[in-house]
C-alpha cells in the first residue's frame, strides 16, 4: 500500500479507473503517518523492497505502545483498503512500477 502512496503521477484513465481505491489508500496511509510518526517514517521507505517495509512495520508496532482498539482499527480498516485495491493490481494497465503490490494483495485474499 505505501508504494501507492509516493506515486507522483500516473495515467490519468488509470486514476480516473481507481480513483477511489487510490485516494482511501493514500488517505489511509497519511492518516497513519500524522497519527504516529513511526508509521510516517516506514511508509517514506516505499522504495524499499516490501519485505523490508513489512519487517519495519513488524518491530516498531510493538514498540508504539498501541491500545489493542487502536491495533484492531489500524488491522480492519487495512483490511478494507486491500481489498479495495485488488481490482487495482488486476488492472491490465497496472503501471510497472506497481507490480511487486500484486502479491501481497492478491494473496491476502486469495481462497487457501
Not at 523490508?52 to 505502545?65: C, E, K, N, T
Request: net charge negative.
Amino acid at each position: 500500500m505505501s508504494r501507492i502512496q509516493t506515486v507522483r503521477e500516473c495515467a490519468p484513465e488509470f486514476y480516473l479507473q481507481h480513483r477511489n481505491a487510490i485516494d482511501m489508500t493514500v488517505g489511509f496511509l497519511g492518516f497513519l503517518g500524522q497519527q504516529h510518526s513511526a508509521f510516517g517514517q516506514i511508509f517514506s521507505q516505499s522504495s524499499a523492497p516490501l519485505p523490508d517495509i513489512a519487517a519495519a512495520l513488524a518491530q516498531a508496532i510493538p514498540r508504539m505502545g498501541l491500545e489493542q482498539r487502536t491495533l484492531d482499527f489500524i488491522d480492519s480498516t487495512m483490511t478494507t483498503v486491500m481489498d479495495a485495491l485488488y481490482d487495482v493490481v488486476s488492472a491490465p494497465n497496472l503501471p510497472p512500477y506497481l507490480a511487486d503490490c500484486v502479491w501481497p494483495i492478491k494473496g491476502a485474499f486469495e481462497p487457501k
